[in-house]
T-cell receptor, first 114, second 115 residues
Framework: ETGVTQTPRHLVMGMTNKKSLKCEQHLGHNAMYWYKQSAKKPLELMFVYSLEERVENNSVPSRFSPECPNSSHLFLHLHTLQPEDSALYLC?????????????FGPGTRLTVL | GENVEQHPSTLSVQEGDSAVIKCTYSDSASNYFPWYKQELGKGPQLIIDIRSNVGEKKDQRIAVTLNKTAKHFSLHITETQPEDSAVYFCAATPSNSNSGYALNFGKGTSLLVTP
């Protein structure tokens, strides 16, 4: 195990539903990330939180809303998604303060939007 | 922005043979190049990384080489074993990242090692 957990592991939702993905890291890190992984495409960085503040938002549609209540937890709130949002959503964490440190990934949430 | 190209997209080798995966990047300011391995049902896991002040790094059966002039870096796996079968991703740091911690990933290489 990497020390990063994600729940749920699988999620099926309709386009009108509202759901949330949860990520928790047990590594004492102070930076957390959301990535989207689609087939045949590179991992796409969605959001970065450093010291609980959002420091990067890669032009992600507003139907994805991140929340970082503390340095150990990260949420991704989903509403009115589209079928093309179906993908594996990966959470990662790292320790800020040094020159590029390893990012530790969780197992991901497999999201299917019907 | 940074563009990372990775080849090949699939690679099949016999157990015991070597495997090489190559990546190119576009941003000459990139200075950190990690390689991740992703097994089925798991998230990517770092297997080796290299910084721009080093040309080569080795860890047991895996090695990474970096050519800053040509802007490409490669992963070398020797004496491959079936458990090396996975998807491998290269990544590079973009200089235009606000956070300084973002990584741009390649599309991945699906490696299959057959007994």
């Amino acid at each position: 195990e990497t020390g990063v957990t994600q729940t749920p592991r699988h999620l099926v939702m309709g386009m009108t539903n509202k759901k949330s993905l949860k990520c928790e890291q047990h590594l004492g890190h102070n930076a957390m990330y959301w990535y989207k992984q689609s087939a045949k495409k590179p991992l796409e960085l969605m959001f970065v939180y450093s010291l609980e503040e959002r420091v990067e938002n890669n032009s992600v549609p507003s139907r994805f809303s991140p929340e970082c209540p503390n340095s150990s937890h990260l949420f991704l709130h989903l509403h009115t998604l589209q079928p093309e949002d179906s993908a594996l959503y990966l959470c990662a964490s790292s320790q800020e303060g040094q020159n590029y440190n390893e990012q530790f990934f969780g197992p991901g949430t497999r999201l299917t939007v019907l | 922005g940074e563009n990372v190209e990775q080849h090949p997209s699939t690679l099949s080798v016999q157990e015991g043979d070597s495997a090489v995966i190559k990546c190119t990047y576009s941003d000459s300011a990139s200075n950190y190049f990690p390689w991740y391995k992703q097994e089925l049902g798991k998230g990517p896991q770092l297997i080796i990384d290299i910084r721009s002040n080093v040309g080569e790094k080795k860890d047991q059966r895996i090695a990474v080489t970096l050519n800053k002039t040509a802007k490409h870096f490669s992963l070398h796996i020797t004496e491959t074993q079936p458990e090396d079968s996975a998807v491998y991703f290269c990544a590079a740091t973009p200089s235009n990242s606000n956070s300084g911690y973002a990584l741009n990933f390649g599309k991945g290489t699906s490696l299959l090692v057959t007994p």
